[in-house]
């Protein structure tokens, strides 16, 4: 990865002392906004009501007016997947890599739909709040030019996720390795799609079943999908060779758990082939520990591990059962959570192990040399997708369970989570994975994850440290991504450009319902 002459400099500042303001348990006020904004190199925002909603409105009024496909003979309403916050239009630093995801998968030169998601419903919910319509217009927009460039003819599936986006300049789908969709880690917010073509959406999840779904019977699927194919019939070959990570296998079920809450005339076979692959993940089980595996297919590291992606997947299966109305969903992943609280704690750091052995429960050993595993530690401000550890995801997951069961299982879950955040402060990063110095801040999602789950934990668990805790963090996100002078957020530190994968969108829920106290309509989208 390439850095600037903005973020070496960043890399050479010492790190604020957090440790020091967070020490025994105490909150002190906030650190000065002028000494953050000077570390940051960006002017301050004065404070006031509804401050977070008008700066994601400056936001949206720049980016819109300026980062939208321009480029090529086929311009249309299509989002850029990397916008030059100061010049408009596409960032024309191209890098083939990314600190926050690996291979191409930030689309350089391209729009990303897949990951501009909870940037749509941010901007769906601006309307909402301002009662100006042109910010859901331009979500319409956006999806309406991605249905006529970016579905299969074959399926019907979007052309979308980790190997799949649109080429702005050259006006056409590239491909990243083989042309498949892949089902993971979004929760999908199907109403916006619904809203714009009810048919194409529902083709397209009906896909999911039957393109995603290696076996009928036993629920067996992979992360992948072709979309090559009018009818996908899978072979053992295609069993041996698939990738059913639990993060997957929730977003197949609870994409089908969504299309049958419409009522579709196959309601019944859509929620019969969710709880197929729900199952087929709680079975992949340590019977010692009741640890479950991030995937049972591979005999690699994630085929040994049990990580916090069971939370994600544990937190779709929740809203599977609530879509379907069949409680069996809500108890599935439970016996695995509930496992990876109980041994992935380490009381001696404060702080949950990145992943733990499926088989004695014990810490699984780090491995630098393996990109995507986790570190020792869940760490909530690493960037890099995929690493099978998602820390704030499982702490929400503990808030859901928490209020559907009242088990002080899930309440001590997560004010341990609220511990480790704060063992881990300052938010920091890695210049590489693995090596190079550290750079101060953190990524748009990790920042936002990190304000939502304390602000909502806040409130439920009646902790008002949480959620100055979480306005703390909102404020230093605030310094370190938000340009006062262009009137719009960089969604990494040391670059002022906005990247669809850094997830600006999750920031901006997040500053909002810290701000307002409410999550609006998420259109299916969850933490």
Request: glycine share 8%.
């Amino acid at each position: 990865m390439n850095v600037s002459s903005q973020q070496r400099a960043t890399c050479r500042r010492p790190a604020m002392p957090w440790t020091r303001i967070l020490g025994c348990g105490a909150l002190a006020a906030a650190i000065p906004a002028a000494v953050l904004a000077a570390e940051a190199g960006s002017v301050a925002v004065p404070r006031g009501e509804g401050r977070y909603q008008q700066m994601v409105q400056r936001h949206f009024d720049r980016v819109l007016a300026t980062g939208l496909d321009r480029y090529g003979k086929d311009k249309n309403s299509l989002w850029l997947a990397s916008i030059d916050l100061a010049n408009g239009g596409q960032n024309e630093k191209v890098d083939n890599a990314s600190r926050r995801v690996y291979r191409r998968i930030h689309a350089p030169r391209g729009s990303n739909l897949y990951w501009d998601l909870p940037t749509l419903v941010a901007a769906y919910q601006l309307s909402e709040k301002t009662g100006d319509p042109k910010y859901a217009a331009a979500c319409d927009a956006y999806i309406n030019d991605f249905f006529v460039r970016c579905v299969s003819q074959e399926n019907g599936l979007f052309l979308w996720g980790n190997h799949l986006w649109y080429h702005v300049f050259d006006d056409r789908m590239e491909k990243i390795g083989h042309p498949a969709h892949e089902a993971r880690p979004l929760p999908i917010n199907w109403e916006a799609f619904w809203r714009n073509s009810p048919e194409g959406t529902a083709r397209c999840i009906r896909a999911f079943g039957t393109h995603h779904v290696t076996d009928q019977t036993t629920g067996s699927f992979d992360r992948h999908a072709k979309t090559t194919v009018a009818v996908y019939q899978p072979t053992e070959k295609d069993v041996a060779a698939s990738y059913p990570f639990l993060e997957a296998g929730g977003v197949i079920a609870e994409s089908l758990c969504w299309l049958a809450a419409k009522d579709a005339d196959d309601k019944d076979a859509l929620i019969e082939t969710a709880l197929k692959v729900a199952r087929y993940s709680a079975a992949q089980r340590g019977e010692a520990t009741g640890l479950i595996r991030n995937q049972p297919v591979q005999r690699r590291w994630d085929y040994k591990s049990a990580s916090s992606e069971v939370g994600l997947w544990g937190a779709m299966l929740l809203r599977c059962g609530e879509l379907s109305g069949n409680a069996e969903f809500a108890e599935i992943p439970q016996p695995g959570m509930l496992a990876y609280l109980r041994y992935g704690w380490d009381a001696e750091a404060g702080k949950y192990f990145g992943s733990v052995n499926v088989e004695d429960g014990q810490p699984s050993k780090p491995n630098t040399s393996e990109p995507f595993a986790p570190t020792r530690h869940s760490d909530i401000w690493e960037p890099l997708f995929p690493t099978h550890d998602y820390p704030m995801e499982m702490a929400e997951a503990c808030l859901d369970f928490y209020e559907k069961t009242g088990r002080g299982e899930y309440r001590a879950g997560a004010e341990r989570w609220v511990e480790h955040i704060r063992n881990s402060l300052p938010a920091q990063y890695q210049q590489e994975r693995h090596s190079g110095p550290m750079i101060d801040g953190a990524f748009a999602s990790s920042y936002g994850r990190a304000i939502h789950f304390l602000s909502r934990a806040g409130r439920m668990l009646n902790q008002p440290d949480y959620r100055q805790l979480a306005e703390q963090i909102a404020e230093e996100a605030v310094e370190r991504l938000y340009i006062s002078d262009v009137g719009a957020f960089r969604s990494h530190p040391g670059e002022d450009v906005a990247d669809a994968v850094d997830g600006l969108g999750v920031l901006f829920l997040a500053l909002m319902e810290l701000e307002s106290g409410d999550d609006g309509e998420l259109q299916g989208f969850h933490f």
